[in-house]
Structure formats: structure tokens, C-alpha cells
């Protein structure tokens, strides 16, 4: 017998360091109306559990999450979870009619994935309609047990979600700009952890406040959930020091400004090493382009203890709105870490090298009011949802549903950056790129300068992916690949097309399914400013698509 107890006791110990490292963590999200106020004006907005914003996620590397999404609304719902490689478990990525049909009022699905290989700042949020407005939050996935960061460890560390609000329904916004063939009304305000800071129409409300110890360091997890615009974001009178982008380590650097894209998470170090006192953050819009952006800048303090009441808070200028030396310089200083712990694996031979034009057309609509539509393109493919998940009809062999003839180059050469052609129509289809497993494949992002040039911050689900290189004009198949980075470029999930110019990055296709890749500016995603990668399998389960779960929404 005492033999039998030993054995069992030697078995625990050494399977406790497994059982203490990966985790199966549980969360339960419902879907659920919520009156809301800001800007001193009330409406219901859909919500997870009641939050605005939602709940931050928790958990660590190698972590398996269950998620049960419990829909009490009367929208479809979706949820992705932003940046996630989700390795074989396509069907828990999110995006309606992709991998998934959606969450129908009344049901629920639970999402099941693996935090493989991943630790750092990402986020969820609502994948249909612009539920995402309010339906987002962030993840945080903290490094295996008694692995340190690659920087000093913070005393504290804050979730920061970047957002926008308006006062109107915003279903009702993206509605009627479909009706009219024209682009939405702008929001009313940015918010800073769900508050805009007061602002000349509505003085009294409050703004979030980070309470700080002098001497204290605080990693700020700042994540962009906004709908459409890029925002700067800086705290006054403090350097920030990036440490990380979308989940992987970057080479340290300091500056007093960042530049974030909607959809992009960076982490920074931020010390309190002023006078006691209070401090403004602030989250201003950036936009190179002769397109309309919601101006207010929202603001929130970091406020030192001990700081009395009464005294002013420092303030900051904001950099203009066209600031684009100062996005650039941000943009142009990330590096990978690329220590022999976190390596920058970067294909060097390329088996699939595309070059995809992003940027905006128009198309005839005899309802709208100018007789024409606003709409977006990648390699002027304006891409239609299908109403059957690609992932399932890709999975199932269920024909008519996709076509795998995605062109590789524009159908139509032009200069790109400039002018544009004479004819400002886009083909409409659900098509496809196909990839074999494991194949290394070049995107070259060229933006357009039909109707106008502008930044798009693609976001490829899936995947992180290497940013090669990025310039202005046209991409030059001869002379830029000679200026790539190919040692320590930065890896990330969501990358700027920069506004008449192109962006070059490289992944390998190790994660068969089908992945989508969109702008993450909504309404060019909305227009269809879209496409998807379908990436067969390799050789047995390990390098197959795992069978469906048997709670899959049905469309």
C-alpha cells in the first residue's frame, strides 16, 4: 500500500508543473442591451455584461480559454478575438460569415482556443455589423510562470482602450450611409477607457484617471478600438518607452508621442518621474488625408498621490492632425527584439508574391442619392460576405460558395499613386487566395489614389506577419526589395498602408484554414475592402484543420 501512495505522490510531483503552467480558463460573456451615458446624453448600446468597455481577459501563455457568448439581443453576434494566431481552431476566430455563421438572438457558442506561443497585449471585439463601436475589450496574456519581460519589471500595469462614441445609434449611422451611397457621419467624441474627458458641449462629465506613486514605473497596455481613425496618444510632461506592438517584443525605444491604428495594441513604460501633481493624457485623431475625422480629443489624467485637489493639471499639445513626420518617425523606430529567446523568423525565400492595391471606387447604385456608391477594393475586387462560412463550405467541400481565383497582381496596371484610371468601377465577388501549407508569401499593400489616397491599417487574422518595408508612391519590384529589413523587422497582426504610398510584409502559411484580411478602418471593411486566404492542409492532424465543434452557429 505505502508503495502505492509513494508512486502516486512521485506522479503528482512531477506533473504539477504542468498542471500549474497551462490552465484552462473560463469566462461567460452576455451579450446584453445597456443605457449608457456620455456627452450628457443617454442610449442603450449593446454590451458585454453591461460593461462599456468590456471585460478585460486574463490569462497566460499555452493557456486553453472557454468563452460561452450568450446572445440577449436582437443583432447577430460575433466575436473576435483580435490577433490571436489561433492554431488549427479556425472556427473560434470570429469574423461572421468567414469561419463562423453568427450567434442568432436567443443562442450561444462557446469559443475554445489555445494561447499558443503567444504572450503580450491584444484584444476582443464584435466582427459584424459595427458592434464593435461598444462590443470590444482587452486581453492580456501574461508570460508562463516564472518567465520575466525582456524590460524591467513595471510596479503596475494598466489596460488603456482607445475608442470612439457617438451620440446617435450606430447601426443606425453605418444604415444610412449604405442607403445614400455616401461615407457616415463622423463620432462625436474619442473616449479614453470608455470616457471622453470633459469637453466644451459637456463640461461636467469626468475622464478616467491613473492614479501613480512617485518613483513608480507602470506598463500601459494601450489598445486602438476605434472604428475608423488613428490616434496619437501621449501623457503630458512624460517620455513613454515602447516595449512591445501587437503582442511581440520590440527593441526599446522613448518618445513622448505614440501613433496607434485601429485594431493595433502597443505597451509602454511609463515612469513617475515628475512633480507631484496631475497630468493630462490625451487621444487625438491623425489624418493625412482630405477626409472628414472627429476632432475632439479625448483626455484623461495621470494623477500623482498626495496631489491636492485644487491644483491644475498639466497640460499637452496635441501634434496637428496632419502630423505625418511625427507617424512616420514613430512607424520607422519599430524593431523586433530579435534576442535569441524571441527571434525574428523572417521567410527569406518567397514561394507566393503578391502585390494587392487597397483603396476606395464607385460603383453605380440607381437608390443612392448621387446616383453612385462609395465603395473599396483590394486589386479592385470589392469582396461580397457570403452567406454560408467560407470555413465551413472550405471544411465541407460545399461548392458555389467561394471562388480560389483571387488575382495575385492588379487585373489593371495604372499609376497607382496617382490620378487613377478613367473608370472608377470594382468587380463584386467572394474570392479567394490559395496557399499550401507552410508555403512563404510577400504581401505588397499598394494604396490608390482613387478618389483619394489614404491610410489603411490592414489587419490579416490568423498570422503575425513581418513589415519588410514601406515607402512612398509606387512600390518599385526592382529597386525596394534591395532596402528590406530582413533581420530585425517588427512582426505584428494590423500594419499602415501608408497615405500614397505601400507597405511590404512577409508570413509564413503555417495555420490552415481560411483567414480573413480586411482594412480595419470599418467602413472600408464595410465598402469591401476585403479578401481571404484559404491555406490547405499539410500532412496529418497536427497540420489539419481541427473537425468543427458540435455548438457551430448555423446560419
Known amino acids: 500500500m ?7 505522490f512521485v506522479l503528482m510531483v512531477f506533473l504539477l508543473p504542468v498542471l500549474v503552467e497551462c490552465r484552462v480558463r473560463h469566462y461567460k460573456f452576455n451579450v446584453v442591451m445597456n443605457n449608457t451615458t456620455r456627452l450628457c446624453a443617454t442610449k442603450p448600446i449593446v454590451t458585454i455584461n453591461g460593461k462599456f468597455p468590456g471585460p478585460t481577459i486574463y490569462a497566460r501563455e499555452d493557456d486553453t480559454l472557454l468563452i460561452k457568448v450568450v446572445n440577449h439581443v436582437k443583432y447577430n453576434m460575433s466575436i473576435h478575438w483580435h490577433g490571436i494566431r489561433q492554431l488549427r481552431s479556425g472556427w473560434a476566430d470570429g469574423p461572421a460569415y468567414i469561419t463562423q455563421c453568427p450567434i442568432q438572438p436567443g ?11 503567444q504572450r503580450g497585449t491584444l484584444w476582443w471585439h464584435a466582427h459584424i455589423l459595427w458592434l464593435r463601436a461598444t462590443v470590444h475589450g482587452g486581453i492580456v496574456i501574461l508570460p508562463k510562470l516564472g518567465v520575466p519581460y525582456p ?3 513595471p510596479n503596475k500595469e494598466v489596460v488603456v482602450l482607445l475608442s470612439e462614441w457617438w451620440k446617435s445609434d450606430v447601426e443606425a449611422v453605418i444604415n444610412e450611409a449604405l442607403k445614400s451611397g455616401l461615407a457616415p457621419n463622423v463620432s462625436d467624441s474619442h473616449t479614453i477607457n470608455g470616457h471622453p474627458g470633459p469637453i466644451s458641449s459637456c463640461s461636467s462629465q469626468g475622464g478616467y484617471s491613473l492614479q501613480v506613486d512617485s518613483g513608480k514605473t507602470y506598463l500601459l497596455r494601450v489598445i486602438n478600438a476605434a472604428l475608423n481613425e488613428e490616434l496619437f496618444f501621449k501623457v503630458a510632461g512624460h517620455q513613454l518607452t515602447v516595449v512591445e506592438v501587437d503582442a511581440v517584443y520590440t527593441k526599446p525605444f522613448k518618445t513622448d508621442t505614440i501613433i496607434i491604428a485601429p485594431g493595433q495594441t502597443t505597451n509602454v513604460l511609463l515612469t513617475a518621474n515628475r512633480a507631484t501633481g496631475k497630468y493630462l493624457v490625451a487621444a487625438s485623431p491623425f489624418m493625412d488625408a482630405p477626409i472628414a475625422v472627429d476632432n475632439v480629443t479625448a483626455t484623461a489624467t495621470v494623477h500623482y498621490s498626495g ?7 498639466t497640460l499637452t499639445k496635441t501634434p496637428p492632425q496632419n502630423a505625418t513626420p511625427i507617424a512616420t518617425n514613430f512607424v520607422d523606430s519599430l524593431r523586433s527584439l530579435n534576442s535569441k529567446k524571441f527571434p525574428a523568423k523572417v521567410p527569406l525565400k518567397i514561394d507566393h508574391s503578391l502585390l494587392f492595391t487597397v483603396g476606395l471606387g464607385i460603383n453605380p447604385c440607381s437608390t443612392c442619392s448621387n446616383g453612385s456608391r462609395v465603395v473599396a477594393s483590394v486589386n479592385n475586387v470589392s469582396f461580397v460576405m457570403p452567406t454560408t462560412a467560407l470555413l465551413q463550405a472550405h471544411y465541407f467541400n460545399i461548392s458555389g460558395v467561394f471562388t480560389d481565383d483571387f488575382p495575385g497582381n492588379p487585373p489593371v496596371q495604372f499609376n497607382y499613386t496617382g490620378a487613377g484610371p478613367k473608370n472608377l468601377a470594382t468587380m463584386k465577388g467572394t474570392r479567394l487566395y490559395r496557399l499550401a501549407y507552410n ?11 482613387i478618389i483619394t489616397p489614404e491610410n489603411h491599417p490592414v489587419h490579416l487574422h490568423g498570422f503575425n506577419f513581418f513589415v519588410v518595408g514601406r515607402g512612398l508612391g509606387n512600390f518599385n519590384p526592382k529597386k525596394d ?7 530585425d523587422p517588427v512582426e505584428r497582426n494590423t500594419v ?3 497615405s500614397g504610398g505601400w507597405t511590404a510584409f512577409r508570413f509564413r502559411a503555417d495555420n490552415p484554414g481560411v483567414w480573413f484580411m480586411h482594412c480595419h478602418l470599418e467602413i472600408h471593411t464595410t465598402w469591401g475592402l476585403k479578401m481571404a486566404f484559404v491555406v490547405d492542409n499539410g500532412k496529418g492532424p497536427n497540420e489539419s484543420v481541427l473537425p468543427p465543434p458540435s455548438d457551430l452557429p448555423t446560419c
Do not use: C, H, I, M
Open 481 to 487: 526589395p534591395k532596402k528590406f529589413n530582413l533581420v
Open 107 to 117: 443562442q450561444q457558442y462557446v469559443y475554445n482556443f489555445t494561447l499558443t506561443g
Open 151 to 153: 524590460f524591467p519589471k
Open 496 to 498: 499602415s498602408v501608408p
Open 307 to 313: 496631489t491636492v485637489a485644487s491644483l491644475t493639471t
Open 439 to 449: 508555403s512563404t508569401v510577400q504581401v505588397v499593400l499598394q494604396d490608390t489614389g
Open 2 to 8: 505505502e508503495s502505492w501512495v509513494r508512486r502516486v
